[in-house]
Every structure is written in C-alpha cells, then in structure tokens.
C-alpha cells in the first residue's frame, strides 16, 4: 500500500499566485515527520519544510506552509507568491520509526510557474 | 560546511557490467541512505547505514546490489552485473541521529544509463 499519496502528476500556477500541492500518507504510529523537498531540473533534492506529528501548529518557512489535518492525515503544501524559481518537482516524505527511522518519499508534483 | 560528495556523476555501461557509486556524507551525520530514483518517480530507499551497521536493506536487490560503509563514514554502492531496469538516479544522503526532526541532505546523485 502507498504510504505517501501525492494525486496531482502535475500544476500549473501563475507567477505571484499561491499553489498547494496535496500530500496524504498513512501510518500507524504516533510520532512521524512530514517533509517536503523540492528537485529543480538540475537534480538536486532540497528541504522545504518539516512538520512533526506532535506539533499544534502548522509549520512555516518564508513562502512555504504546511497545511497539516492529522485526523484526515493530509500535508499539503502551500506555496504563495510563486516565483518563476519555484518551477520543480516537489517531494512529501514521511518518517517514521520502523525498526530504525527511515524515511519514505511521495511520486511528487511537478509545478510549472507561468509568466 | 561541505555537503554530501557522490561520484561519479554519470556513468554509461552496458547490461550485465559492474558500476560502483561512492559517497561521503557530512561530517559528523551518523546516518546514510542510498535512494534509487527512476525517471519520473520518487525516491526509493536501497538502504539505509546508522554508522556502519546496516538499518534497512528491504528493498535491496541482494542478487546484484551491495553496498558497504566501512568505518562510518563514506560509503560504496555496487551494482553487479548491472540490467536495463537499473538505469536511475542513485541518490546518496545524509542526516543526524535526532529522530523524527532529522531531514536529509542530499548529494547531487549519480546518473546511471544501461545499455
């Protein structure tokens, strides 16, 4: 079963507009980590953000947020003001702690920032 | 700081040679993983090292891949003999041992093509 559900294959957003981007996952323990990453074309995978499974408030980094609903087990992220730097492929990923802490990446989103 | 070094950076061979990808991660980050990341999808973890005992190699094919990390530090992925199907991405990352909060940081890969 996929534990990190990403629907969206691809976005498009117009450039200054906000764009969330839809992240579930499914686990059975108590204590994860959610993160997001993003893959420019150049390949290399960045931290976005991190939310913890205990946290009561919704994380934020500059122009990113976490959306994070636990009870519907959803982190999507929000995007506002896009760039046209923003055009990349987005990653969730979920950490959890199954015999040692491993985490587990989403198929990603591929957003296109129009001009 | 430096970040995570991979090499080589790409690599062509043909179907049923060996290939062999190195890693060294930041200083002092106990934890590496090896992703295998196919055209178009997420990252999927090979195999994961706390220092230099193996945490997860679930998803390792064992007939052909091998990795190592001798002493805790850097580490060697091997593929041998390689297939078709092995033509990826192969990500090296590194985090510290902080449980949950511990986000990955990533090399900038090694482009494998099998012919």
């Known amino acids: 079963a996929q534990k990190i559900t990403q629907t969206q294959p691809g976005m498009f957003v117009q450039e200054k507009e906000a764009v969330t981007l839809d992240c579930t996952y499914d686990t059975s323990d108590q204590s994860y980590g959610l993160f997001w990453y993003k893959q420019p074309s150049s390949g290399e995978m960045i931290f976005l953000i991190y939310q913890g499974s205990y946290d009561e408030q919704n994380a934020t980094e500059g122009r990113y947020s976490l959306n994070f609903q636990k009870a519907r087990k959803s982190a999507n992220l929000v995007i506002s003001a896009s760039q046209l730097g923003d055009s990349a492929m987005y990653f969730c990923?979920?950490?959890?702690?199954?015999?040692?802490?491993?985490?587990?990446f989403g198929a990603g989103t591929r957003l296109f920032v129009k001009a | 700081e430096a970040g995570v070094a991979q090499s080589p950076r790409y690599k062509i061979i043909e179907k049923r040679q060996s290939v062999a990808f190195w890693c060294n991660p930041i200083?002092?980050?106990?934890?590496l993983y090896w992703y295998q990341q196919i055209l178009g999808q997420g990252p999927k973890l090979l195999i994961q090292?706390?220092?230099?005992?193996?945490?997860?190699d679930s998803q390792l094919p064992k007939d052909r891949f091998s990795a190592e990390r001798l002493k805790g530090v850097d580490s060697t992925l091997k593929i041998q003999p390689a297939k078709l199907e092995d033509s990826a991405v192969y990500l090296c990352?590194?985090?510290?041992?902080?449980?949950?909060?511990?986000?990955?940081?990533f090399g900038e890969g090694s482009r494998l093509t099998v012919l």
């Open positions: 090292f706390q220092n230099n005992g193996v945490v997860d």
């Open positions: 990923a979920m950490r959890e702690y199954t015999g040692g802490f491993k985490t587990i």
């Open positions: 200083s002092g980050h106990a934890t």
């Open positions: 990352a590194s985090s510290l041992v902080t449980g949950n909060t511990g986000e990955l940081f």
